[in-house]
């Protein structure tokens, strides 16, 4: 269910969506009319157009992940980092169950709609802009969530390479995918250095139609 908002939010305009997540409601703030900023034409005519705000779209691997971290995610005290968080949909779950949660993006205006929807679902966070590949980050996480952020394959080195350097020994990863589901690039990578990785798939509507995510689940 959606309903209008009055807000803008770091400049878009905003509006609410109520996500029922495992026996939980959230309403979450998205981007409004989100296609308004998308120039599919543009993306195909030019490799250097500026790149849409693919980060406010509520990606079928960002539900999967949320609904992880609502049933099988231990989550009361433990120390949680959403990379790539966008919306922030996965990591504010994780909070309302009693994480400690920060929150990372390359983008800004991500950020500010991650922080008003963990104030509007009642829980705090931390919020940092940095990259994966360079995240300048002290101290080590129990947990990490990454949803919908191995769609590049550049990114399966940066993703596998933080989870050594940030990963607590004995600390777990969850990472979905519903773009490169076929992509072992990532498993490859942390296999490399030393990682633990399971995987399985599971289903999530996206626009009506059903989609694929593969879950890959990381062991340090």
């Known amino acids: 269910m959606t309903r209008s908002s009055s807000n803008r939010i770091a400049g878009y305009p905003t509006r609410e969506v109520v996500l029922p ?18 120039d599919t034409a543009a993306l195909l005519r030019d490799p250097a157009a500026p790149e849409p705000p693919y980060w406010a779209h509520l990606w079928p691997g960002s539900r999967a992940l949320a609904h992880l971290a609502a049933t099988e995610i231990e989550c009361v005290g433990v120390r ?3 990379v790539g968080c966008g919306l922030g949909l996965a ?24 922080r008003a929807n ?7 966070v931390n919020v940092v802009q940095t990259d994966v590949g360079r995240p300048g980050l002290r101290g080590q996480f129990d947990c990490c969530l990454a949803a919908d952020v191995t ?43 030393g990682l ?11 626009e009506g139609r059903p989609v694929t995510v593969r879950i890959t689940h990381v062991h340090r």
């Open 21 to 38: 997540i495992a026996g939980r409601v959230l309403t979450m703030l998205v981007v409004d009319e989100l296609e308004r900023y998308v």
């Open 80 to 82: 949680v980092i959403e």
């Open 91 to 114: 990591g504010i779950v994780a909070a309302t169950r009693g994480a400690h949660v920060t929150l990372i993006d390359t983008m800004y205006a991500a950020l500010c709609f991650a």
């Open 118 to 124: 963990a104030a509007r679902n009642g829980c705090g």
């Open 151 to 193: 769609y590049d394959p550049q990114l399966h080195v940066a993703l596998a390479d933080f989870l050594s350097e940030h990963l607590e020994p004995g600390g777990r990863a969850w990472c979905t995918e519903s773009v490169r589901t076929n992509d072992r690039g990532f498993r490859r990578a942390c296999e490399a250095r």
């Open 196 to 206: 633990r990785v399971s995987e399985r798939e599971a289903r999530e509507v996206d």
